[in-house]
């Protein structure tokens, strides 16, 4: 299952999945796109507003009731989906002027959705066996130019709880891990990504895909003995 499958990293990563015959089932803030590639989309995809508790509630119960045709097993969690809004003109929202309901809104849906889903969710994903992947940040331990004070802070706290809950569903054989992506080629640049690239290692933006493949392994019996990791996917930029 993955949150925020509509566009960039989210839909490579779904695509990704289903090019290896997994079933995926997608949730996002909009309905089904009918232009995406995988045929089982409009019947596996959820539309859930992650900002709203109550509906993140009744996402996990209606995941529950889709995942029982398959014995209710839930093979891998993708937390994906966060929010990093911005002032007017796309200006950073830094902690001075950033508004208290913004900061709510943000670590609801960066943090506590992921958590609340794992949760939700844990029966289904202790019988398989299962993966969560975490999708944090490079903003999560540097400041950085573009991405705003609750986005950054929100997804350093999503890297300690993959860290915590790494030890807590460990011993139930669901590894956890996290990935924290750099500069992405996505549609959400901000403007002024074009210099920044001139100051990573490989001088380049990173691809979706590139992003998906590195989940996908995470998922993988590949990384069968791999938890509590975080894994950076940005061209040097962290160095």
Not at 92 to 106: A, G, K, L
Not at 177 to 199: C, F, M, Q, Y
Not at 211 to 229: K, M, N, P, R, W
């Amino acid at each position: 299952m993955l949150t925020g499958a509509s566009r960039g990293i989210g839909h490579a990563t779904v695509k990704r999945f289903s090019q290896q015959g997994w079933r995926v089932i997608t949730c996002s803030r909009q309905a089904f796109a009918e232009n995406c590639p995988w045929p089982a989309g409009p019947d596996d995809h959820i539309k859930v507003d992650l900002s709203d508790p109550e509906d993140v509630g009744g996402a996990v119960a209606e995941i529950r009731h889709r995942l029982e045709a398959n014995g209710g097993q839930l093979h891998a969690l993708v937390n994906n989906a966060a929010i990093s809004p911005k002032l007017e003109g796309g200006v950073r929202m830094n902690s001075i002027d950033t508004p208290m309901h913004v900061w709510r809104d943000v670590f609801q849906v960066n943090f506590f959705a992921p958590i609340m889903l794992a949760r939700g969710l844990f029966k289904e994903l202790a019988a398989a066996k299962g993966s969560i992947v975490n999708v944090t940040s490079i903003a999560g331990g540097r400041v950085h130019p573009f991405a705003g004070t609750a986005y950054a802070t929100s997804k350093a706290a999503l890297s300690s709880l993959t860290r915590e809950m790494a030890a807590d569903f460990g011993p139930h054989g669901i590894r956890i891990n996290a990935i924290a992506p750099g500069e992405i080629d996505t549609a959400i640049l901000s403007p002024g990504t074009e210099k920044l690239v001139e100051t990573i290692p490989l001088r380049r933006l990173g691809r979706t895909d590139e992003v998906a493949d590195i989940i996908y392994f995470l998922c993988s019996e590949q990384a069968s003995y791999v938890t509590g990791a975080e894994i950076h996917i940005n061209g040097g930029q962290h160095v």
